[in-house]
């Protein structure tokens, strides 16, 4: 995965000399229709340890899906990394819509890539402190424009972090593909529950796609982690369901996983339908007693899981429940 940044000095950064017009992205502040050849700061703290957050978001009709829920995640994890947030942040949806309107056609479903990546190493920080020292008073040192580097508390302008938005037709192709079953595998480490990094969509996204890759060696489409309490997480790029009868249970968050934006309006309408669909540990050792299960996710919507290692599901059996949620969650994307 790309995470497009650009060089403080970049033509794009100079004036135009007038408005911007809308292209295929928004980056700090400028439209163009392709990606900058050379596009990362080697100075970037995004680039150089993948401090920064993204956001991947469907669009219905050239209307993009549960924005508002996905840029509160986004700032959370903004806060999390102690980045401060751009402020063309709060302009996320104008510019995604202007985005669409060039390159979308209405009719079109497509997705939109929004990433906040922080920009030099020893800047761009709110409230961090000298180490041992605690970091109160960070909103005034940022009010300054200043903050405190942390090696030796060295004070730095600070750096504006970098923002880039895109947009992009979507492959329904392979959306209907993955929507007719998946094969996933557990992926052979264990994860640590407690990191509070896994609850951030963050840019340090390495061991997703490092597990993605294994899986897919092994001839799965997905992978699948697992805690040291043997307890089920997530997918590499999905949130897992499972069910037995009528109830339906997912892992909770501190089981060490991201509450996906599906994830969470897959249980709001499971309630709203009557359905028993609850949060719980899900053990290794009991994938086999589910009756199926499926994996959710923005760009997916919901997936059937056909095996994971060499257990099988017969996603028939489940069908019934399933098709109520995706019939569910496809009228709320049209509303």
Not at 24 to 38: R, S
Request: proline share 8%; aromatic share 6%; charged share 20%.
């Amino acid at each position: 995965m790309t995470h497009p940044a650009i060089e403080p000095d970049h033509p794009l950064h100079r004036s135009s000399g007038g408005p911007p017009k809308p292209g295929g992205y928004y980056i700090d502040g400028h439209y163009t229709d392709t990606a900058p050849a050379h596009s990362v700061s080697p100075s970037a703290a995004a680039f150089l340890y993948g401090e920064g957050v993204f956001e991947t978001v469907r669009l219905y009709r050239g209307r993009p899906f549960r924005l508002q829920e996905h840029l509160r995640r986004l700032e959370h994890g903004l806060k999390v990394l102690e980045i401060s947030p751009p402020a063309a942040l709060a302009e996320a949806g104008d510019i995604i819509a202007a985005l669409a309107q060039r390159n979308i056609p209405g009719t079109i479903d497509a997705m939109a890539r929004l990433v906040v990546g922080a920009g030099a190493a020893a800047g761009n920080r709110a409230g961090t402190g000298s180490p041992g020292q605690p970091r109160s008073g960070g909103g005034e040192m940022a009010a300054h424009g200043i903050t405190a580097a942390t090696a030796g508390g060295i004070r730095t302008p600070e750096t504006p972090p970098i923002f880039v938005v895109q947009v992009q037709p979507l492959d329904t192709a392979a959306i209907r593909r993955r929507q007719e079953g998946m094969t996933a595998m557990t992926l052979p480490w264990r994860r640590d529950a407690v990191n509070p990094l896994l609850k951030i969509k963050s840019l340090s996204y390495l061991e997703n796609r490092h597990g993605l890759r294994l899986a897919r060696r092994a001839g799965a489409d997905e992978g699948v982690f697992i805690n040291r309490n043997g307890d089920v997480t997530e997918g590499t790029f999905s949130n897992l369901f499972f069910i037995r009868g009528e109830a339906i249970v997912t892992p909770a968050p501190d089981a060490g996983l991201l509450p996906g934006i599906t994830r969470l309006t897959i249980i709001e309408l499971a309630q709203k339908l009557g359905l028993d669909c609850r949060e719980a540990a899900v053990p290794d050792a009991a994938l086999p007693e589910f009756d199926g299960a499926f994996l959710t996710s923005s760009l997916t919507e919901i997936a059937p899981l056909t095996a994971i290692d060499t257990g099988r599901y017969d996603p028939a059996r489940t069908a019934a429940l399933r098709q109520r949620l995706l019939a569910a969650y496809r009228e709320l994307t049209r509303e």
